[in-house]
């Protein structure tokens, strides 16, 4: 509850914060209780204009112009991002931008302040105190686990008596230098916690005083923080040592007296929320017995290869020309890009912030398309790029085929620097199929190795010259191969488009089979979905686990309900 606010939500006045609000000065935007009423009045450096609180007008604040001092910024300039006033305008310093009246621009702003605070209050402070508090817990469980180790030195100790005293005594000693490492680790963990805990509470409280102050200017010039805090700080992960007791051989007493297992502390990168990630785990959503086709977007190419959803009711598509084209599900165009070197994009995604990714075969890029300006971001030597996809830390897994068409890998990227390549399995075989370059349907590559990761961190690969989905853990150590349902006697398995869905079900298009595959995360077979689907190619999921189907040969993308 809000520290002003009593269990029945009464308003303070602003002035003694301790009376009940009555009045509001409409010309200082100020909350007066009877008491300080006199008070504010006194002061006669300036008008003022007291009213009943309940009478009082919704009178915008507007700011004073800086450049012009007698004028107030009714207007926004959105190239530049700030109010400005009618005189700004006609100096012609903002000629050919964008001007919006300041409610309007206003209206969005605070509206999107809500959003936040609602995110940070509702979804990521939670998450926090939730945080510290399972380290907090792991404090006390701690005592007892190293307590029961001491316990068994102690024992072991009193069997052998003397003899044994010194190395009892380094036993324990060790236990404690563990203990102290264990201990250590987990407090600067928690310190870091708490650190961002106090940090998103004064951002929480700025913004309530933002969204009290009724300030045009705050409003407007606000700058989100939000994506600041969606990833959680590093979570430290100690394997708590374990004891181990032999038979007691005084000729071998310090060897069979036991040992410690190493002390092992790994620390796992924190969680990332998602704007509509709830606090509770995901709720356990059943397959339907029958899914259903629930909507159909025209897309206007003649071939359609990639969907990937930028929200709910809206879609980046990319089919057999040089353009990118954002769509929404009535089959209207809102963007269309297109790329830079004027070749086909090989595949498209959406990162973490919205911003839209592609691949370049032909010129070997990888590209950002941000604010409709595209900004090559990485470019290959050797390798052409094939799939792409964002993964929720907001890196980037991109397979990739060599020039000669003799190999294939997967490259991490974090902050479009290389962090990981997974080319060979554990006894140095090629983990994916070698580039077999055939051209169809006017330019397209058959070659084609969709990517995606699941919420275990598993990496997919639908790799289509294999017929086969290749999942490698985290690491790249390969978990399973999925080559299609033994009761698939029709035509063989032919995996193109992959996606993942909240339930960690992995989602494959099988184009010549016209169905999608649905496994659970260790690669078992739940179900076919067909709803009439003709070359399922590209496919994609939102938040809700909607199911985004890029049709290669009608072109159209269908929705379909299936959890």
Same mark, same amino acid.
């Given at each position: 509850?809000?520290?002003?606010?009593s269990? +029945?939500?009464?308003?303070?006045?602003d002035l003694c914060?301790?009376?009940?609000?009555?009045?509001?000065?409409?010309?200082?935007n100020?909350?007066?209780?009877?008491n300080?009423?006199? @008070?504010?009045?006194?002061?006669?450096?300036k008008?003022h204009?007291?009213v009943?609180f309940?009478?009082?007008?919704?009178?915008?604040?507007?700011?004073?112009?800086?450049?012009h001092t007698?004028k107030?910024?009714?207007?926004?300039?959105e190239?530049c991002?700030?109010?400005v006033c009618?005189t700004?305008?006609? #100096?012609?310093?903002?000629?050919?931008?964008?001007?919006?009246?300041?409610?309007?621009?206003?209206?969005?702003k605070?509206?999107?302040? +809500?959003?936040?605070?609602?995110?940070l209050?509702?979804?990521?402070?939670p998450?926090?105190?939730?945080?510290?508090?399972?380290?907090q817990t792991?404090?006390?469980?701690?005592?007892?686990?190293?307590?029961?180790l001491?316990?068994?030195a102690?024992?072991?100790?009193?069997?052998?008596? +003397?003899?044994?005293n010194?190395?009892v005594?380094?036993?324990?000693?060790?236990i404690q230098?563990?203990?102290?490492?264990h201990l250590?680790?987990l407090n600067?963990?928690?310190d870091?916690?708490t650190q961002?805990i106090?940090e998103?509470?004064?951002?929480?409280s700025d913004?309530? #005083?933002?969204?009290?102050?009724?300030?045009v200017?705050?409003?407007s010039?606000?700058? #989100?923080?939000?994506?600041?805090?969606r990833?959680l700080?590093?979570r430290?992960?100690?394997t708590?040592?374990t004891?181990?007791a032999q038979?007691?051989?005084?000729?071998?007493?310090?060897?069979?007296?036991?040992?410690?297992?190493?002390?092992s502390?790994?620390?796992?990168?924190?969680?990332?929320?998602k704007?509509?990630?709830v606090?509770?785990?995901?709720?356990?959503?059943?397959?339907?017995?029958e899914?259903?086709?629930?909507?159909?977007?025209?897309?206007?190419?003649?071939?359609?290869?990639?969907?990937?959803?930028?929200?709910?009711?809206?879609?980046w598509?990319?089919? =057999?020309?040089?353009?990118?084209?954002?769509?929404?599900?009535?089959?209207?165009?809102?963007?269309?890009?297109?790329?830079?070197?004027?070749?086909?994009?090989l595949d498209?995604?959406v990162?973490?912030d919205v911003?839209l990714?592609?691949t370049?075969y032909?010129?070997?890029?990888? =590209?950002?398309?941000?604010?409709?300006?595209?900004?090559?971001v990485i470019?290959?030597q050797?390798w052409?790029?094939l799939?792409i996809? #964002?993964?929720?830390?907001?890196?980037?897994?991109v397979?990739?085929?060599?020039?000669d068409r003799?190999?294939?890998?997967?490259?991490?990227?974090?902050?479009?620097?290389?962090t990981?390549?997974?080319?060979?399995?554990e006894?140095?075989?090629?983990?994916?199929?070698?580039g077999?370059?055939i051209?169809h349907f006017?330019?397209?590559?058959l070659?084609? @190795?969709?990517?995606?990761?699941?919420?275990?961190?598993?990496?997919?690969?639908?790799?289509r010259?294999?017929?086969?989905?290749?999942?490698?853990n985290q690491s790249?150590?390969l978990?399973?191969?999925?080559t299609?349902?033994?009761?698939?006697?029709k035509?063989s398995?032919d995996?193109?488009?992959?996606?993942?869905?909240?339930q960690?079900?992995i989602l494959?298009?099988?184009?010549?089979n016209?169905c999608i595959h649905?496994?659970? +995360?260790d690669?078992q077979?739940?179900r076919?979905?067909h709803?009439?689907?003709?070359?399922p190619?590209?496919?994609?999921?939102?938040?809700r686990?909607?199911?985004?189907?890029a049709?290669l040969?009608?072109?159209?993308?269908k929705?379909?309900?299936?959890?």
């Amino acid at each position: 509850m809000h520290p002003r606010r009593s269990a +029945q939500e009464v308003l303070l006045c602003d002035l003694c914060e301790t009376l009940p609000l009555q009045s509001q000065c409409e010309l200082c935007n100020i909350n007066l209780c009877v008491n300080c009423v006199g @008070k504010h009045l006194s002061d006669c450096s300036k008008r003022h204009n007291v009213v009943p609180f309940l009478q009082r007008e919704a009178t915008p604040n507007y700011p004073k112009c800086p450049k012009h001092t007698d004028k107030h910024c009714e207007l926004h300039c959105e190239e530049c991002g700030i109010p400005v006033c009618s005189t700004c305008i006609s #100096s012609g310093k903002h000629k050919g931008h964008d001007i919006s009246d300041i409610l309007e621009n206003l209206s969005v702003k605070t509206e999107s302040l +809500q959003k936040d605070l609602e995110e940070l209050e509702t979804r990521m402070y939670p998450r926090y105190e939730k945080m510290a508090s399972t380290v907090q817990t792991e404090k006390t469980e701690l005592e007892m686990h190293y307590g029961k180790l001491t316990t068994a030195a102690d024992q072991l100790g009193e069997v052998l008596h +003397q003899e044994i005293n010194v190395i009892v005594n380094r036993r324990k000693s060790d236990i404690q230098e563990m203990k102290n490492k264990h201990l250590s680790t987990l407090n600067k963990n928690i310190d870091e916690i708490t650190q961002k805990i106090t940090e998103l509470k004064h951002v929480i409280s700025d913004l309530k #005083s933002i969204l009290k102050s009724n300030d045009v200017f705050l409003t407007s010039t606000y700058k #989100s923080r939000n994506s600041e805090y969606r990833t959680l700080p590093p979570r430290v992960r100690v394997t708590v040592p374990t004891f181990s007791a032999q038979k007691i051989n005084k000729d071998q007493l310090n060897e069979m007296f036991g040992s410690l297992s190493p002390l092992s502390i790994n620390t796992e990168h924190g969680d990332t929320m998602k704007s509509a990630e709830v606090v509770s785990p995901p709720p356990v959503k059943p397959l339907l017995d029958e899914p259903r086709l629930t909507a159909t977007i025209d897309t206007g190419y003649s071939r359609l290869v990639s969907v990937s959803c930028l929200r709910e009711d809206q879609v980046w598509t990319r089919g =057999n020309n040089d353009s990118m084209k954002l769509l929404n599900l009535q089959s209207e165009q809102l963007t269309s890009i297109q790329t830079k070197s004027g070749d086909r994009p090989l595949d498209v995604a959406v990162t973490r912030d919205v911003d839209l990714l592609y691949t370049d075969y032909k010129n070997k890029t990888i =590209n950002l398309v941000k604010n409709k300006q595209i900004q090559t971001v990485i470019t290959l030597q050797g390798w052409k790029p094939l799939n792409i996809c #964002s993964t929720a830390s907001d890196d980037i897994l991109v397979t990739m085929l060599s020039d000669d068409r003799k190999q294939s890998k997967v490259l991490r990227y974090s902050g479009f620097i290389e962090t990981q390549t997974i080319q060979f399995d554990e006894q140095g075989r090629p983990l994916y199929s070698p580039g077999r370059f055939i051209i169809h349907f006017g330019g397209f590559l058959l070659n084609t @190795k969709y990517i995606s990761e699941n919420k275990n961190l598993d990496i997919c690969v639908a790799d289509r010259s294999a017929s086969a989905v290749v999942v490698v853990n985290q690491s790249g150590k390969l978990r399973f191969r999925y080559t299609g349902h033994p009761s698939n006697t029709k035509k063989s398995f032919d995996p193109v488009g992959i996606t993942i869905d909240s339930q960690s079900n992995i989602l494959t298009a099988d184009y010549r089979n016209h169905c999608i595959h649905i496994l659970d +995360q260790d690669g078992q077979f739940r179900r076919y979905i067909h709803c009439d689907l003709s070359g399922p190619y590209g496919l994609c999921v939102d938040i809700r686990d909607n199911l985004f189907v890029a049709e290669l040969n009608t072109a159209k993308v269908k929705i379909i309900h299936y959890l």
